[in-house]
């Protein structure tokens, strides 16, 4: 099933796809946050024939929801409200900082990282939650 994972910034929106096998998790694009970002979000749905959607969902380390969380929630309902494709949530705790310590292994500038990481977290909010779907025996 293709799948396409979003990590939900104030300022930008990471997103990142898999293969139909759901082997792979791979950064796509990073769309900037704001009024357009659903729609930008809905044609790549479209172009990608985008299956199933997952939104990291940033839960603190002590169970708590934060500000983050409930930005997630109300992108997750406007999303909802723009298509009948189903929408879970995955915990995204520490994607951030591990995308960041990745693309730093890398060599990328600063200036680089700041393009990238938000897609790459995305990525491995995505690879997560396909891994935990095979662990469960959704994916054969």
């Known amino acids: 099933m293709k799948i396409l994972a979003i990590d939900v910034g104030k300022k930008r929106i990471g997103l990142a796809t898999c293969d139909r096998l759901e082997i792979a998790a791979t950064p796509f694009a990073v769309v900037k946050a704001g ?23 940033p839960v603190s380390f002590d169970g708590k929801e ?11 309902n406007e999303l909802a409200s723009k298509t009948s494709i189903e ?16 693309l730093l292994e890398g060599g990328f500038s600063r200036e680089e990282r700041k393009g990238k990481i938000d897609a790459v977290a995305a990525s491995i909010i995505l690879q997560g939650y ?8 959704i994916v054969p």
């Not at 934060?66 to 997750?76: D, G, I, L, P, T």
């Open 35 to 57: 009024k357009n970002a659903i729609d930008e979000i809905l044609k790549i749905v479209e172009k990608e024939q985008v299956e199933a959607i997952v939104i990291g969902m």
């Open 66 to 76: 934060r500000e983050s969380c409930q930005m997630a929630r109300f992108f997750k």
């Open 87 to 102: 929408i879970e949530f995955y915990d995204e705790r520490l994607t951030s900082k591990i995308a960041e310590n990745s």
């Open 130 to 137: 396909i891994d935990n779907r095979r662990i469960r025996g």
